[in-house]
């Protein structure tokens, strides 16, 4: 079992940053992020490919959020620039041990507690 904790949420203005930690401990093939706001479902915003590093957005955050890993640390990046009050939400970190048909073409079994990101206006 992948165990997960997220770090580095916050409050920020509209058009600020934040940067998302992970930490990992386990063995995985992909990694990603998604986005949850109460009554509303569970959004998928990047994933990687932790072997050879290749990334997925989707057009939603493409261009303001970059998913990264340092692979030493085991712990993965999500990078969120040009922040927007619909970014708000809860941020789950996700780990997955094979592919699938999920975020990313993986399938995630793992999940970090969540941290909380919200953007006002």
Do not use: H
């Amino acid at each position: 079992q992948v165990q997960l904790q997220e770090s580095g949420g916050g409050s920020v203005q509209s058009g600020g940053s934040l940067k998302l930690s992970c930490a990992a401990s386990g063995d995985t093939r992909c990694m990603a992020w998604f986005r949850q706001t109460p009554g509303k479902e569970r959004e998928g915003i990047t994933a990687i490919n932790t072997g050879i590093g290749s990334t997925w957005y989707p057009a939603s955050v493409k261009g303001r959020f970059t998913i990264s890993q340092d692979k030493a640390k085991n712990t993965l990046y999500l990078q969120m620039n040009s922040l927007k009050p619909e970014d708000t939400a809860m941020y789950y970190c996700a780990a997955a041990s094979d592919y699938g048909l999920e975020l990313g073409g993986c399938e995630y079994n793992d999940w970090g507690q969540g941290t909380q990101v919200t953007v006002s206006s």
